[in-house]
């Protein structure tokens, strides 16, 4: 769709309201689902837990990327993240490392996040599953909290992967089953 002006204000087609409308349902559903869980103390598996923030990024992200596939989107997705993730990891572990050599924490800090934000720009056209703005925003997300991001990788590591299947396939799912009906529809 071409713009010639600047518009504030469009209207959208009802199929695309609608398959928005299925993607919310599907996140409400899964969110109460996992409140529910959580109160229960359920969300544990196998001495991990499911961490709210990379669980329901992954779905965010999946639609940001409006120009790939859904496997593509699903791939930049799950890898993407968990780059973004051992990254973030790095930069607290060697930083950890630098000051204890004598740097400072500003020069220690500043070198690491140098290198990996090098790595997850530049690597990029090279390696596009790996290194790509998914990486980036799980990267600065879990930044933000870094000592706790490290505290529990492997936690966050399986809600990533958990959130890409549950969420993104369930919404990629049943975007596909309703873009099928509507094709049915149409050739009525």
């Given amino acids: 769709m071409e713009h010639t002006a600047l518009s504030f204000f469009n209207k ?9 409308a299925i993607v919310f349902l599907w ?11 959580h109160a229960h103390h359920l969300t544990h598996i196998g001495g991990l837990e499911i961490i709210n923030w990379s669980f329901f990024l992954s779905v965010t ?6 120009e790939l596939s859904y496997k593509e989107r699903f791939l930049t997705t799950l890898l993407g993240g968990a780059v973004g993730l051992l990254i973030a990891a790095g930069v607290v572990k060697c930083t950890g ?12 800090i500043s070198i690491m996040l140098f ?3 090098a790595a997850l720009i ?31 990788l492997p936690s966050n590591l399986l809600s990533l992967l ?3 299947v549950i969420l993104v396939l369930g919404c990629s799912f049943l975007l596909t089953q309703y873009k099928k009906a509507m094709a049915k529809k149409a050739k009525k």
């Fill in 122 to 152: 530049l690597l990029q056209p090279i390696l596009p599953y790996l290194f790509n703005n998914v990486g980036f925003c799980y990267f600065i997300v879990a930044l933000i909290d870094s000592k706790e991001t490290v505290a529990h």
């Fill in 97 to 108: 490392l630098l000051m204890g050599a004598g740097v400072s924490h500003v020069v220690a």
């Fill in 12 to 20: 959208p087609k009802k199929a695309k309201l609608i398959g928005l």
């Fill in 162 to 164: 958990l959130g890409c």
């Fill in 27 to 37: 996140i409400i559903i899964v969110n109460v689902i996992y409140q529910i869980l």
């Fill in 61 to 66: 992200v999946f639609f940001m990327q409006e």
């Fill in 115 to 117: 290198v990996s934000i």
